[in-house]
């Protein structure tokens, strides 16, 4: 009996000691540079879905911002569109026309572009210069008169101004 207990003993201290190896070669394998090439690509792999979503945003916002400029695109040459047949129904021979041109050209007086709003004023100031009928001319004198020059720069208010009354002299001589 005596020998049974001292063998039992001897094989399971062999056991634990063969235990204990393979923890220690399981340890060691997962240490291994190619454990720790797998753990880096796990973990980049687990950040590629920030850095997906991140790229996703970016592209949200630069569609946002280029879909914003073509309609500010598309809205500026809708005006200028506007503006250029405005004008040109001021040269028409019916009456009826050149009244829409005015109709037509008053808002750029009120818009906030100065320039178009100069070059407005200038185009119905050389019209009541040509103007034969009445009706026409009134209605060139009621959307001057409706405009409020504090809205241009003083700059551009002199410019209105000096053709206005270059436009007065022609008609005068």
Known sequence: MNLKQDVKPDKETSLRIRKLELENAKLEHE?????????KWKTIAAFS????????IVGI????????????????NRAATRLAEGIS???????????????????FLEGDDPRKSLQ??????????LEDSELVRRAAL????????????EADRQRALNSAIAVNRKIAH
């Not at 240490?31 to 753990?39: C, D, F, G, N």
């Not at 407005?120 to 210069?129: G, Y």
């Not at 009621?142 to 720069?153: G, I, K, M, N, T």
């Open 31 to 39: 240490i291994s540079a190619s454990q720790q090439r797998l753990e």
């Open 49 to 56: 879905s920030v850095i997906t979503a991140f790229v996703a």
């Open 61 to 76: 916002a630069v569609t946002t911002a280029q879909w914003r400029s073509g309609i500010s695109q598309a809205e500026e």
């Open 89 to 107: 129904h001021l040269t028409s021979e019916r009456e009826s026309e050149r009244l829409g041109g005015i109709v037509a050209l008053t808002p």
């Open 120 to 129: 407005v004023i200038r185009a119905i100031v050389n019209q009541l210069a």
């Open 142 to 153: 009621s959307a001057l008169h409706e405009f409020d020059p504090r809205s241009l720069p």
